[in-house]
């Protein structure tokens, strides 16, 4: 029986512990580093989930192997101030994880768009300076145009079209959108799909502009 006093003490109280998928497989004959002896005999791994640090993939992105030049970011992290909380504490993160590493990233912090109480469907970072650091079209979760149209530049008329899109995401005191909630209602669930589904459609032409940026400046910048 776990005692509750040092559950927290051990790895096992920290992470989800698993069976071990790796257990006596060899990769390798050689070992270069201490990595490389993570597999183990042993029985069970703990796997600790990678959103402890940061709640975005971006480390797994931003390998400078990969060479990436458009970032797509869907940020549907839980902002405990509300729904007036500005979306950008995930971001702030990963710049910051990039710049200890090395990574180039575009700014975030002190940049003025991100002191703007007025919260964007849609925020375009970018460095124009600097060719190797990745340009971040980045959604947040904000109900705000969605909540008059059906469609871009299609309003809603019914009252069930506008009760349907008439919703708080994280101002609700009921929390339907809590980071600890797992199982939703159908139209909770159609909300949010519809929601963020509606919010990438608004900004298509955006996301069109800037991949065709980018196609056009490879074309003229082959050996890069």
């Given at each position: 029986?776990?005692?509750?006093?040092?559950?927290?003490?051990?790895?096992?109280g920290?992470?989800?512990e698993?069976?071990?998928?790796?257990?006596?497989?060899?990769?390798?004959?050689?070992?270069?580093?201490?990595h490389?002896?993570?597999?183990?005999?042993?029985?069970?791994?703990?796997?600790?989930?990678?959103?402890?640090?940061?709640?975005?993939?971006?480390?797994?992105?931003?390998?400078?192997?990969?060479?990436?030049?458009?970032i797509?970011?869907?940020?549907?992290?839980?902002?405990?101030g509300?729904?007036?909380?500005?979306?950008?504490?995930?971001?702030l993160?990963?710049?910051?994880?990039?710049?200890?590493?090395?990574?180039?990233?575009?700014?975030?912090?002190?940049?003025?768009?991100?002191?703007?109480?007025?919260?964007?469907?849609?925020?375009?970072?970018?460095?124009?300076?600097?060719?190797?650091?990745?340009m971040?079209?980045?959604?947040?979760?904000?109900?705000?145009?969605?909540?008059?149209?059906?469609?871009?530049?299609?309003?809603?008329?019914t009252?069930?079209?506008k009760?349907?899109?008439?919703?708080?995401?994280?101002?609700d005191?009921?929390?339907?959108?809590?980071?600890?909630?797992f199982?939703?209602?159908?139209?909770?669930?159609?909300?949010m799909?519809?929601?963020?589904?509606?919010?990438?459609?608004l900004?298509?032409?955006?996301?069109?502009?800037?991949?065709?940026?980018?196609v056009?400046?490879?074309?003229?910048?082959?050996?890069?």
């Amino acid at each position: 029986m776990l005692n509750p006093m040092n559950i927290f003490s051990s790895r096992k109280g920290k992470a989800a512990e698993c069976f071990n998928f790796c257990r006596g497989l060899n990769f390798k004959s050689k070992k270069d580093d201490e990595h490389d002896h993570a597999t183990g005999k042993d029985k069970t791994i703990c796997v600790v989930d990678s959103g402890i640090a940061f709640n975005s993939p971006f480390p797994a992105i931003l390998r400078p192997e990969r060479k990436v030049e458009l970032i797509l970011s869907f940020d549907f992290s839980q902002r405990d101030g509300g729904d007036k909380e500005l979306p950008f504490k995930e971001l702030l993160k990963a710049e910051q994880w990039a710049k200890d590493r090395g990574h180039p990233f575009p700014q975030i912090k002190g940049n003025p768009v991100t002191e703007d109480p007025n919260i964007r469907e849609c925020y375009v970072f970018e460095n124009k300076d600097d060719a190797m650091c990745p340009m971040i079209v980045h959604f947040p979760i904000v109900n705000k145009t969605f909540r008059e149209y059906l469609k871009p530049g299609v309003p809603r008329k019914t009252q069930s079209e506008k009760d349907f899109a008439n919703f708080d995401i994280f101002d609700d005191p009921a929390q339907p959108y809590s980071s600890f909630t797992f199982q939703y209602k159908p139209e909770t669930f159609e909300r949010m799909h519809e929601l963020m589904k509606f919010n990438t459609l608004l900004n298509m032409d955006l996301i069109k502009e800037k991949i065709g940026y980018y196609v056009g400046y490879r074309r003229n910048n082959l050996n890069q």
